[in-house]
């Protein structure tokens, strides 16, 4: 039987929302321990747990069909993979930082300077792109603590929060790459295991729209259904059914979670009440 072999980082920040998002495809394993590969029960579906940097290397050479990753990790290691799907979890930037006390006037600052990073191709890149020459120290971890160890006047990490560069005395001043998990595949992959593939994104988009759409009821007196419906870009339009009591109706649609407090606010202002909203597991258009 032909199995879709696909990736996820072994144990880290990616770990737990990639096995959240292939458990919300509806694939499951059976309990396992500390396994370095798992095969589904009910999708033909074989699951690796990899180191992240290793992925995109497999992934390019077929040795695994498709895989979660970083999309830094992707531009770091410059091979030839699909980005088929960005997955909105991981989210963080590539940026470069200098000490608080460092005079920084623009990326011209960083001429000649020691700049640590674990990230060299993407930073050599960036230098090259805005003709900067500058050393470039690779680390493979810790890189925040390197100006302060005498080692680096500048570095250029991960940022998600910001918190790590202000504990260590750094200053955030230019951003190079914006990242999120993302689903890759392998370019030349072969049809049968495309098959299961186009399967996967079809559930993973499912899932995606359902975590940015909320089912939302309401009541509202029949005269301001108009103005109501409106403000609902509904997935076609709202459903409206009579209430008991005469001149009111009730109203179910599907809205996006963006800006969604300002929605509420504005509903209840054209005259809705009773508002429910509820979570949707999945959306199938
Ligand atoms: O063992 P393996 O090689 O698989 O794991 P790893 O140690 O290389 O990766 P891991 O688990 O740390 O990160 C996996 C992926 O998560 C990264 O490749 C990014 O795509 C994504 N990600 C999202 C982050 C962060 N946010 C993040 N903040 N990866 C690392 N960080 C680190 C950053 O390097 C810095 O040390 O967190 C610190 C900064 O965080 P803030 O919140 O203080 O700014
Ligand atoms: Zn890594």
């Not at 699951?47 to 992707?74: H, Q, S, T, W």
Request: net charge neutral.
């Amino acid at each position: 039987m032909t199995l879709l072999r696909f990736a996820i980082q072994k144990s880290g920040r990616l770990t737990e929302p990639s096995r959240a998002l292939i458990a919300e495809c509806g694939i499951e394993f059976e309990p396992s321990g500390a396994k370095l590969r798992s095969l589904a029960d009910n999708f033909p579906f074989e699951l690796l747990f990899l180191r992240d940097d290793d992925i995109p290397g497999y992934v390019a050479e077929g040795i695994v069909d498709a895989a979660i990753v970083g999309r830094n990790v992707v531009a770091e290691r410059d091979v030839a993979v699909q980005v088929t799907r960005p997955l909105g979890f991981g989210r963080c930037r590539l940026s470069i930082a200098v000490p608080r006390s460092m005079e920084y006037s623009g990326i011209r600052s960083l001429m000649g300077a020691r700049i640590s990073t674990s990230y060299p191709r993407i930073l050599r890149n960036f230098l090259e792109r805005n003709r900067v020459t500058a050393e470039i120290n690779e680390l493979s971890g810790s890189v925040e603590i390197a100006p302060g160890l005498g080692l680096a006047d500048v570095i250029c990490d991960l940022v998600s929060s910001g918190s790590t560069l202000m504990s260590n005395g750094l200053r955030e001043v230019e951003t190079i790459l914006e990242s999120e998990a993302v689903l890759i595949s392998t370019p030349a992959i072969p049809e049968e295991k495309r098959i299961i593939l186009d399967k996967l994104v079809f559930r993973v988009d499912a899932a995606q729209r359902a975590k940015r759409t909320k089912y939302i009821t309401l009541n509202t007196p029949n005269e301001a259904i108009p103005e109501i419906v409106k403000l609902l870009p509904g997935l076609k339009s709202p459903s409206i059914l009579p209430l008991a009591s005469l001149g009111w109706s009730s109203l179910h649609t599907v809205v996006g979670e963006d800006d969604f407090w300002n929605l509420i606010d504005r509903l209840r202002s054209a005259g809705a009440q009773g508002i429910l909203v509820l979570p949707i597991e999945k959306v199938i258009v």
